[in-house]
């Protein structure tokens, strides 16, 4: 095809616009070029292979196993569960926790009739469910004694100091060079954490008197023939033989440990523990939300090291700030508080050397106007009568 002739003169631009047309026009009858991609949209500078585009900008949706949330079931030879929890580390939780243990094995009168009818004094044991961080060895007293021995079926045996059976991820650990287990990490991903849960969860055999010779079925096994067998061994053991209460350490946090315990134990109450900081309570915030939703009941809130007692004049010092946001929150969501934990050195002293301070029903203190040096005086020890009355409580909401 040839470019009409005119008589009239045109300018330059305008030439070079009649010629892009008169190209545009010719090419139009040519078949169009192959793309790389399929895609009908053509390719530009910052999509060169022309791929399809995601123009809502919605995450890709990843596919799940499983047909839901597992059954929750409970602790073999256990009768009532109390978790104990903080949402956040360094606000005395274990200490709680082993304290409380403590206190419900001294406070037998108000152990109701529905969970253990006799007279005797009630079968209190203490779960320490942080992987990476256990406590419960140095507070209780039971720091490189060696592992746990197994029954038959290679169920753990739990160790026994001032009347609570314990367990914990820290009598399981190798010891070091320097022939303790105290150095020892726990360098772990995701799946052994959580494998590690289970089997503190449910291999642990419970019942009074358990050894080496006693066999036992393994109820976290998933086949029903063994299932069955394991129910049938728990309902012919004595009542008497069961843990009344298990107290259950749980790590900071809400994280993979927290809900499978949520989702895979029945539990009875919950304890959340928080300081006056609001930056803590921020957190046992969240504990609660969690708790919430997975419908676990919440016995209370504890406030540690809520104030602290001057051993010279009475006085009460909130050292860590006022408690009104604490009290604000409680009764915003309606929930009690259980105790307030005194800032006592006996606390932490006494967990140091494995002896928590609810063994004690006085405690020596300085006097002397507050000089250093002064002569010590025997006082009641009030952050025991602040655990024993969080224990009768406790006792109430697990009936």
């Known amino acids: 095809m040839s470019m009409p002739t005119s008589s009239v003169r045109i300018c330059a631009p305008c030439r070079r616009v ?3 047309q008169h190209h545009l026009a010719r090419t139009a ?8 991609s399929s895609t009908p949209s053509a390719p530009s500078h910052d999509n060169p292979l022309g791929l399809p585009r995601n123009n809502e900008r919605r995450p890709p949706q990843m596919p799940r196993r499983g047909t839901g949330v597992p059954e929750k079931r409970s602790i073999p030879y256990v009768k009532k569960v109390l978790a104990v929890s903080s949402g956040k ?4 939780k274990s200490t709680i926790s082993a304290n409380l243990a403590l206190a419900l094995a001294q406070t037998a009168a108000d152990c109701p009739s529905s969970i253990s ?13 942080d992987i990476f961080g256990p406590s419960v060895p140095k507070l209780m007293g039971l720091e490189d004694v060696g592992e746990p021995e197994l029954t038959q079926d290679g169920g753990l045996i739990p160790l026994v100091n001032h009347g609570i059976s314990c367990m914990s991820m820290g009598f399981l650990l190798p010891p070091g060079t320097s022939g303790s287990n105290a150095d020892t990490p726990v360098v772990w991903r995701g799946m052994m954490v959580m494998k590690a849960t289970q089997q503190l969860l449910f291999d642990v055999d419970w019942r009074r008197g ?27 053991t004595p009542a008497e033989d069961w843990l009344d209460v298990l107290v259950i350490d749980m790590p900071p946090g809400t994280g993979d440990v ?26 046992a915030r969240k504990g609660v939300s969690m708790f919430n939703k997975v419908k676990v009941p919440i016995a209370g809130l504890v406030l540690n090291m809520s104030h602290f007692v001057s051993p010279d004049t009475g006085r009460a010092f909130e050292l860590f700030g006022p408690s009104r946001p604490f009290d604000d929150y409680a009764q915003q969501r309606g929930l009690p508080i259980l105790g307030r934990i005194p800032l006592q050195p006996d606390v932490s002293t006494g967990g140091d050397r494995g002896q928590p301070t609810v063994l004690r029903p006085t405690i020596q203190v300085e006097s002397g106007n507050g000089q250093v040096g002064g002569a010590a005086e025997t ?10 009355a969080i224990a009768k409580q406790c006792w109430q909401k697990l009936a």
């Open 210 to 236: 358990a050894s080496p010779d006693t066999p036992r079925s393994d109820a976290s096994n998933s086949s029903p023939a063994t299932a069955a067998a394991a129910a049938a061994t728990t309902s012919t």
């Open 89 to 92: 580390g360094g606000v005395g």
């Open 379 to 388: 006082r009641d020890n009030l952050a025991r009568d602040e655990f024993l």
């Open 117 to 129: 009818a006799s007279p005797r004094k009630p079968r209190i044991g203490l779960l320490d469910l």
């Open 258 to 283: 927290a809900l499978s315990l949520s989702q895979l134990v029945k539990v009875d109450g919950a304890v959340v523990v928080s300081t006056p900081q609001e930056v803590a309570l921020i957190d």
């Open 29 to 36: 009858r040519l078949p169009s070029p192959r793309l790389f």
């Open 18 to 20: 009649a010629l892009l």
